[in-house]
């Protein structure tokens, strides 16, 4: 039940494209303990299905924007397969310190970062 509840959570947050892996590899890391890497790549097995099913219903509504996509994907590719060879190289503790470090430092910037963009537009 534990993992459905997660996987939930993770599913709903996917779909407004936020990242369900800012919930997922956190809820799974506490509540079902297990190693770093593979809650990492639960939370990328996850994110196939999610993120087609979120991407047809943002066609649908034609909220995608495919000439700025294409790039990035192309990109992320070269960068996922870099990513994943240097995530399998590091040991789990170490792994774990760099995604909390990493949410931290996202977390802070959408706290602090959000209210000076506002102030610059509104001048």
């Given at each position: 039940?534990?993992?459905?509840?997660?996987?939930?959570?993770?599913?709903?947050?996917?779909?407004?494209?936020?990242?369900?892996?800012?919930?997922?590899?956190?809820?799974?890391?506490?509540?079902?303990?297990?190693?770093?890497?593979?809650?990492?790549?639960?939370?990328?097995?996850?994110?196939?299905?999610?993120?087609?099913?979120?991407?047809?219903?943002?066609?649908?509504?034609?909220?995608?924007?495919?000439?700025?996509g294409i790039?990035?994907?192309?990109?992320?590719?070269?960068?996922?397969?870099?990513?994943?060879?240097?995530?399998?190289?590091?040991?789990g503790t170490?792994?774990?310190?760099?995604?909390?470090?990493?949410?931290?430092?996202?977390?802070?910037?959408?706290?602090?970062?959000?209210?000076?963009?506002?102030?610059?537009?509104?001048?």
């Open positions: 039940m534990t993992v459905i509840l997660i996987g939930l959570a993770a599913g709903i947050i996917s779909g407004m494209g936020i990242g369900g892996g800012a919930i997922l590899i956190p809820a799974l890391v506490i509540f079902v303990k297990p190693e770093q890497h593979i809650a990492q790549s639960v939370n990328l097995l996850f994110f196939i299905p999610t993120a087609i099913v979120a991407l047809v219903i943002h066609i649908k509504n034609k909220n995608v924007n495919f000439r700025m790039p990035i994907v192309i990109s992320g590719l070269v960068g996922a397969v870099l990513g994943s060879k240097l995530a399998l190289s590091m040991n170490a792994l774990k310190c760099i995604f909390g470090v990493f949410l931290l430092l996202m977390g802070l910037y959408e706290i602090f970062g959000k209210g000076r963009k506002k102030k610059v537009n509104n001048v």
